[in-house]
């Protein structure tokens, strides 16, 4: 295998987020997941941090993985993944969410 395939490869198992941060595909994949479940649970007109939204799973990340998270989540925001969009609030973070 030549060099230039080993950097594609590497490549196609991340996912290129704003402002040139990138993820790793599964764990993108992880974050999504995790809100997909929840999102039939959410009401109307109520605020979510990524937190509640992410549970226990939460829990176990460590803390640049939570904003790994974060930038996660924006982009899914943002591509329209969910029916989901940002909340402005008194400070900038976190992020609030709330159903569309």
């Known amino acids: 295998m030549d060099s230039t ?9 991340r996912i290129l987020l704003s402002e040139g941060s990138t993820a790793d595909k599964d764990f993108y994949k992880a974050i ?3 809100v997909e479940s ?12 990524l937190k509640k939204l992410c549970g226990e799973f939460w ?5 640049g993985e939570k904003n790994l998270a974060g930038k996660c989540m924006a982009h ?10 940002f909340v402005k ?5 976190p992020l609030h969410y709330q159903l569309n």
């Not at 829990?59 to 803390?63: H, I, Q, S």
């Not at 899914?76 to 969009?85: C, D, E, L, R, S």
């Not at 609030?89 to 973070?93: L, P, V």
């Open 89 to 93: 609030t008194k400070h900038e973070y």
């Open 59 to 63: 829990d176990v990340l460590e803390r």
């Open 38 to 49: 929840v999102i039939p649970e959410l009401t109307h007109g109520k605020r979510y941090t």
């Open 76 to 85: 899914m925001v943002a591509t329209k993944k969910f029916p989901i969009h």
């Open 5 to 13: 395939t080993n950097t594609d490869s590497k490549r196609d198992d």
């Open 32 to 34: 999504e997941a995790q």
